[in-house]
């Protein structure tokens, strides 16, 4: 999310029409979670969700009952609430965000977030160091929540089709027995915020976006090479985060990969 995006975010919540959404939303969060405030909020922007599930049965059986981590692409800013609407009511979803979101809406919501900061350009290294620290307590946090049987979104682009930020594998080698969910947002575009702000004052569709969610996997079951698991730690955190980079981009081509499959994981792995 870009500075101008946070910031209209916030001046948004604080124009009076809004306020009254601001306290539904947060209500929604004590009552059902994330997932119950993003359908309220995007139905009432008259915003239509089309869902594609790879095994919708399964994997709303587990999202509902086991620990689990949600990865999803993040292109522009709307895509988090696109994810979270198609994830059943759940209070204990946990998101990873970039720091400040939370604090668009404030209250509940906020306690929902794991801030994590971006670096910037001519940082100081006390600043670095202090951003790290930070950074690194999140993804504690949130190994922590797996641990305890919690849900935690996470989009690792962070806004870009860059690498993989390795947050997702930091969160994946510490909790192997959790599950590994992926979505795609489809047909986002730059300025569907506004149109779903502008959305709550119409009645008619404002936006109409697909979202696809994979089948669950088990951490420990994504086909990364045993070899990846003996190097040193951080360059077997790049590694794994790669590879489920790739898994993810696979997956989101509607393709498959196995251990099998030649010149897969394994090749993959060894570009990174």
Not at 73 to 81: A, D, T
Not at 180 to 189: E, N
Request: hydrophobic content about 40%; glycine content about 8%; proline content about 6%.
């Amino acid at each position: 999310m870009s500075e101008f995006g946070l910031s209209f975010a916030r001046l948004a919540t604080h124009i009076p029409p809004f306020r009254g959404i601001v306290r539904e939303i947060n209500h929604r969060v004590a009552e059902g979670g994330v997932s119950d405030a993003s359908r309220f909020l995007l139905d009432k922007a008259h915003v239509r969700v089309n869902l594609k599930w790879d095994d919708q049965r399964r994997t709303e059986e587990i999202l509902q009952t086991q620990p689990a981590i949600i990865v999803g692409n993040h292109p522009y800013m709307i895509e988090p609430l696109f994810i979270a609407y198609a994830l059943p009511s759940r209070e204990d979803l946990y998101a990873i965000a970039r720091d400040g979101i939370g604090e668009v809406f404030g209250g509940l919501t906020r306690d929902h977030f794991l801030p994590v900061r971006r670096g910037r350009k001519r940082e100081k290294p006390q600043a670095r160091e202090r951003r790290r620290k930070a950074n690194a307590d999140s993804i504690t946090k949130g190994v922590q929540l797996l641990k305890e049987g919690h849900a935690v979104l996470i989009l690792p682009d962070g806004g870009s089709s860059e690498q993989w930020r390795p947050g997702v594998a930091r969160l994946a080698v510490n909790i192997p027995e959790a599950y590994f969910i992926m979505t795609d947002v489809q047909g986002t575009k730059r300025g569907d915020l506004g149109r779903l702000i502008t959305g709550i004052f119409r009645r008619e569709t404002s936006l109409e976006r697909t979202i696809r969610i994979s089948a669950p996997i088990k951490i420990s079951d994504i086909p990364i090479p045993a070899e990846v698991f003996e190097l040193p730690e951080n360059e077997r955190i790049e590694k794994i985060t790669y590879c489920m980079q790739q898994y993810y981009r696979i997956w989101q081509r509607g393709e498959q990969i196995t251990k099998d499959t030649p010149q897969g994981i394994e090749g993959l792995a060894a570009a990174a």
